[in-house]
């Protein structure tokens, strides 16, 4: 069963410090893998999608990393803000020869307080 | 990104009536859109694909007689939750495939309060 865990559950930090983020998967075959920022009551919006050649990608202060061979992926926030408090999902897509929705497999996201 | 906008944002209606969502994809023909359900601190969960001119997919435990899904054109998807019951109050959120088909963009959700 594929399957997306995310660790911690929850989280919170002071304004300005570093926080790492954790996702383990078991989806397969592995075709990418997704990190989302969901603002309360909000739809999420995409922060980083990576494929299975890509070890780390970027997206301003956000850098999410990925290990194929051990299915892990870590979602890191450098100098982080007060608006960075939000739900991040990480959602891995499996390789089907239909695509869409049904290859997604959402983790259940990290919930990141930013204190001041 | 494509922009998807969700209408209305937020309802609250009466045990046994019927509430319609609208998804609109404002700047992108989406041959498929797809609806989730979201309660409190938990993942997005897949309720089914609407599909632009046939019958939506919906998936296991998911009645398609109370949730009806109609995708007349190619911007415009629409999720009535028909005989709304408390359990129904839930965030719901819609969302479009890209052409390269992997990648989705989320609208905003509408949050539904059933008293």
């Known amino acids: 069963k594929n399957q997306v865990e995310q660790s911690p559950q929850s989280l919170i930090i002071l304004e300005g410090k570093n926080c790492t983020l954790q996702?383990?998967?078991?989806?397969?075959?592995?075709?990418?893998l997704r990190w989302y920022k969901q603002d309360t009551g909000r739809g999420p919006v995409s922060l980083t999608i990576?494929?299975?050649?890509?070890n780390t990608k970027s997206n301003g202060r956000y850098t999410a990393t990925l290990d194929a061979d051990t299915k892990q992926s870590s979602l890191h926030i450098t100098a982080s803000q007060l608006s960075d408090s939000a739900s991040y999902i990480c959602?891995?897509?499996?390789?089907?020869?239909?695509?869409?929705?049904?290859?997604?497999?959402f983790g259940k996201g990290t919930h990141l307080i930013i204190q001041p | 990104g494509a922009v998807v906008s969700q209408h209305p944002s937020w309802v609250i209606c009466k045990s046994g009536t019927s509430v319609k969502i609208e998804c609109r994809s404002l700047?992108?023909?989406?041959?498929?859109m797809f609806w989730y359900r979201q309660f409190p601190k938990q993942s997005l969960m897949l309720m089914a694909t609407?599909?632009?001119?046939?019958?939506?997919?919906?998936e296991q435990g998911v009645e398609k007689d109370k949730f009806l899904i109609n995708h007349a054109s190619l911007t415009l998807s629409t999720l009535t939750v028909t005989s709304a019951h408390p359990e129904d109050s839930s965030f719901y959120i819609c969302?479009?495939?890209?052409?390269?088909?992997?990648?989705?963009?989320f609208g905003p959700g509408t949050r539904l309060t059933v008293l």
């Open positions: 969302s479009i495939a890209a052409p390269s088909y992997n990648e989705q963009f």
């Open positions: 996702c383990n998967y078991t989806v397969s075959p592995f075709s990418n």
């Open positions: 959602v891995v897509s499996a390789v089907y020869s239909g695509g869409g929705a049904d290859g997604l497999t």
């Open positions: 700047d992108f023909q989406a041959t498929t």
């Open positions: 990576m494929t299975f050649s890509e």
């Open positions: 609407s599909n632009e001119g046939s019958k939506a997919t919906y």
